[in-house]
């Protein structure tokens, strides 16, 4: 193991739950992490694909860097139903 972390949002206490489902590692070494979550507070990227996150649970996608220490893009995927990212590949195809 090279690193681990802790992804979530500690302001939002009635609802942190963030179920990770699958991870690729692109050739820099940064993690790309697919799950799902009730969150509303989690970090969407300015250009993230959905800033916002609607009332079900909803798929989640964000990036981390090579030490794991910081989210560098985020985005919810999701609408008024329930959904959930079970998987995911970096460009390279990893």
Same mark, same amino acid.
Request: charged share 5%; proline share 5%; aromatic share 12%.
């Given at each position: ?8 949002? #500690?302001?939002? %206490? ?8 699958? @991870?690729?590692?692109? &050739? ?8 799902? %979550? ?7 990227? &300015? ?6 996150? &609607?009332?079900? #649970? ?12 910081? @989210?560098?893009?985020? %985005? ?11 998987? @995911? ?6």
């Amino acid at each position: 193991m090279v690193y681990s972390a802790l992804a979530g949002n #500690p302001g939002n %206490t009635s609802n942190q739950y963030l179920q990770g489902n699958a @991870i690729a590692v692109n &050739p820099l070494g940064d993690a790309y992490v697919a799950a799902w %979550t009730y969150n509303s507070g989690l970090y969407a990227s &300015p250009n993230g694909f959905q800033r916002g996150a &609607p009332t079900a #649970p909803n798929g989640y996608v964000f990036e981390l860097n090579a030490s794991g220490s910081a @989210i560098i893009n985020g %985005t919810y995927l999701g609408g008024g139903a329930n959904d959930f990212v079970s998987g @995911i590949v970096d460009r390279s195809g990893d």
